[in-house]
């Protein structure tokens, strides 16, 4: 797991390039990506394109909440006092092909309470009862980066990867393999396509997320 530093180029030059870069900003060798969301395509009311609300039961709040935005020819999903979980189900991706997930976020305001700030799920597999089993990667306000927080029955391990709150209005471009993650917790293989990836901003919380592409990280 490795976080890399801000990126504000990525505004202008778009995420899959910019994953080609190490934390000292020297090339790396080019990498094979997978885009799995880069937030191109939006519904009437500005909510993303095939993305669903996790609790049916406030359906217009999330719809609400979530928004398709552009920043300098960039688009991004802004949150806004969201407290609930978006999902985009059954997508083309193999994690053991492409085992890195990079994406950006970038938080404008947040609460003293809020925990966590926001996360990504990367949801690898499902068990016997057809549940998701993810793996959640949060910005903490609190809890420092590298902390990892083991699930239970009905919630997936959480891994910090960005903590604190004073870098408001900075984007950060963050870098997990979530296929070792998986391995190292679940302690098997995941399934041969990932269930899908999700998304939630906490209550009180205003932030951005980026595209987010999967690669094989060589």
């Known amino acids: 797991m490795v976080r890399a530093a801000v990126v504000r180029g990525c ?3 778009g995420l ?3 994953a080609g870069f190490l934390i000292d900003g020297t090339a790396s060798a080019q990498s094979q990506s997978l885009t799995l969301e880069n937030f191109q395509s939006k519904e009437a009311d500005g909510f993303p394109m095939n993305w669903e609300n996790e609790s049916q039961r406030s359906e217009s709040k999330g719809r609400d909440a979530y928004k398709v935005q552009t920043e300098d020819g960039v688009n991004f999903l802004a949150a806004k006092d969201a407290g609930q ?3 985009k189900k059954k997508i083309d ?5 492409f085992p890195v997930l990079t994406w950006r976020w970038r938080l404008h305001k947040t609460t003293t309470d809020t925990e966590p700030i926001a996360a990504v799920y990367a949801s690898l597999d499902v068990d016997l009862m057809f549940i998701p089993v993810f793996t959640k990667y949060v910005w903490s306000a609190t809890k420092p980066e590298g902390t990892l927080t083991e699930g239970g029955m009905f919630s997936g ?5 960005q903590s604190g709150t004073k870098e408001v209005g900075q984007w950060f471009e963050e870098r997990v393999n979530v296929y070792e993650d998986f391995k190292r917790i679940h302690k098997h293989e995941p399934a ?10 906490g ?7 980026g595209s987010m592409v999967a690669s094989t990280g060589r």
């Open 192 to 201: 041969a396509k990932a269930w899908g990836i999700s998304i939630i901003s």
């Open 157 to 161: 391990s959480e891994i910090v990867v």
């Open 203 to 209: 209550p009180g919380v205003e932030i951005d997320f």
């Open 85 to 87: 979980r978006i999902k």
């Open 16 to 18: 899959v390039f910019c």
């Open 93 to 97: 991706w193999d994690p053991k092909a």
């Open 11 to 13: 505004l202008a030059v």
